[in-house]
């Protein structure tokens, strides 16, 4: 197990990023980024990824990695974390991202589910799209009723990921969701944001702004001509239905932006009720009050 490590999580456009870089700064340390969609190399303005020059600047590591069509998954990302941490063996891990699952997967709060054949969901999305989601779910029932019970037949998704685990593992998706991640670090220093619903929503329109300043529609649009697969977790980032179809003419630039931004508020509501709910074990602190907090406990 290694020493310390530090996680600050919280929803979209809290300032988890700001504090990182300042406590980077200051104490001997490195990055590592715990956002599912900031691992990989394409949209990186509509995942809100942090410029190369910061990247570079703050010792960051775990960004923009995964080269798209690949995925990745919480086994996958905890196996990298692990060969990041020997690289840094005298300086202190920052993970910091939104994503309540890899950061609760570092602290033995989650299923450790091993990696998957990647030939295998290939070959399970040509199969949704030429036989449905219905083919899949029956397969999956006699696999492992238990696990099908919980979600739905049209949850593509889920389908696709928990028979590719029961394949890759020779076990039930449902034996994997009895069983807890390892525990990486003695003693973790984990903080989530807070701030106040309406201070929240601002600072997410204006961020919304921001990446549509920056690119963001162009960048898809690009994105667009390139598509392997229609089954991809980056097509899931936040923003990137709503523009697709206002570059395809379906609707207005104006209506996409409102959109853009209330999809964010739900998704930055969703994020909240996962960290009330299933970090038991984190700190909820002000933005003003987080840096001091962690200098102060590191």
């Not at 570092?106 to 054949?117: A, E, H, M, R």
């Not at 449905?132 to 049209?154: H, M, T, V």
């Not at 601002?202 to 667009?224: A, P, T, V």
């Not at 996409?256 to 038991?280: G, V």
């Amino acid at each position: 197990m290694y020493p310390l490590g530090i996680l600050i999580g919280g929803p979209t456009a809290s300032g988890k990023s700001g504090i990182a870089f300042r406590i980077q700064k200051k104490i001997p340390s490195f990055i590592i980024n715990a956002d599912s969609m900031q691992v990989y190399d394409e949209l990186k303005i509509l995942t809100n990824s942090p410029s190369h020059l910061d990247i570079k600047k703050y010792s960051c590591n775990l960004y923009n990695y995964i080269k798209y069509p690949s995925s990745c998954d919480l086994g996958t990302w905890i196996q990298n974390v692990k060969e990041v941490l020997l690289k840094y063996p005298n300086k202190i891990p920052i993970f910091v991202g939104g994503t309540g699952m890899y950061l609760d997967g570092l602290n033995g709060q989650v299923s450790p589910i091993p990696p998957v054949q990647k030939n295998l969901v290939s070959r399970l999305e040509k199969i949704q799209r030429f036989k449905g989601n219905r083919f899949l779910y029956e397969k999956l029932k006699a696999l492992d009723p238990q696990y099908a019970k919980r979600i739905s037949e049209n949850d593509s998704q889920r389908i696709i990921r928990s028979i590719s685990v029961i394949f890759s593992t020779k076990k039930k998706f449902s034996y994997w969701h009895t069983l807890k991640s390892q525990k990486i670090f003695k003693k973790l220093i984990y903080i989530v944001i807070n701030h106040e619903r309406e201070e929240l929503y601002n600072r997410i329109n204006s961020r919304c702004m921001e990446m549509i300043d920056r690119g963001c529609i162009q960048e898809i649009k690009k994105f667009l001509d390139n598509i392997f697969t229609d089954e991809h977790p980056l097509h899931k980032s936040i923003g990137f239905e709503i523009f697709k179809k206002s570059i395809n003419g379906l609707i207005s630039n104006e209506e996409a932006t409102n959109l853009f931004k209330a999809e964010t508020r739900h998704y930055a509501k969703r994020q909240i009720t996962w960290f009330k709910n299933r970090s038991t074990d984190a700190s909820f602190l002000k933005y003003e009050d987080a840096e001091n907090f962690i200098l102060k406990n590191f």
